[in-house]
């Protein structure tokens, strides 16, 4: 097994460590619930309108207002952000030391795989999320990726293309650690359907995974990939 699968085994360690099953089941169920309520409002108001126009923001900020009503513990809380320049809010749920954010990627009927288009793809979707949540990528936001100290995340639920008649729930749910530079691609880009297995083989024996010592080992990897590119 390379470096990079074994970061990527131990980061997923790491955000089971900090962010408990159940919690994470809370804001699945949460994006579920939220994806219906949004559809359901779309299709009773706009009978003529295209949801080309009213669809994404109308998910987006349906999702942000469900998780914004989770209730919060010492361990666990979301907040409501406004984006700089203001106009738009995103709830920024902490959990332990990482930071998670949440935006809605319109796709087509099958989430993103790792193929040799990868990284013209991780592209695309950074363009999107900058589009979308302009605040995160700006030197005001909460750093992504590996700070100094807290890991920030992503939580992606994918929506079809707008074109298709129904946006009821998401075809795919996708967890994301982008580099700290974000355009320069991702740690970790899974289903999260495989995070739960990570859940499943520790069992309640979460193992201890300190997190300077996974930041560290993530930003020699940032080093190496970006020398290593500018070696292409």
Known sequence: MNQAELNKKELCRFICQELPSHRLQQMLESIEVAFQKSDSHLKETYKHVP????????????????LL?????????????????????YALVRAGIMQITTSVITMGRTPPIRD?????????????????????FGISASPLGPSQDALHALL?????????SDHSS??????????????????LFIDVGQLWQYYSEAGDEIEDIAYPTLRDRMRR??????????NE
């Open 221 to 230: 990897a940032e080093n190496r990939d970006q020398i290593e590119g500018g």
């Open 69 to 89: 009503s989770l209730p919060k513990d010492e361990n666990f809380e979301v907040s409501n952000q406004v984006t700089k320049p203001a106009g738009g809010h």
């Open 51 to 66: 949801l080309a126009g009213p669809g994404p923001q109308s998910h987006h900020f349906t999702v942000q207002e469900a």
């Open 170 to 187: 998401p075809i795919g749910v996708t967890i994301a650690v982008p580099y700290s530079d974000p355009q320069a691609g991702f740690h």
């Open 156 to 164: 992606l639920p994918h929506t079809t293309k707008w074109s298709e």
């Open 116 to 136: 040799a288009r990868f990284r013209r793809l991780l592209g695309l979707i950074n363009k999107r999320l900058e589009r979308q949540q302009p605040d995160l």
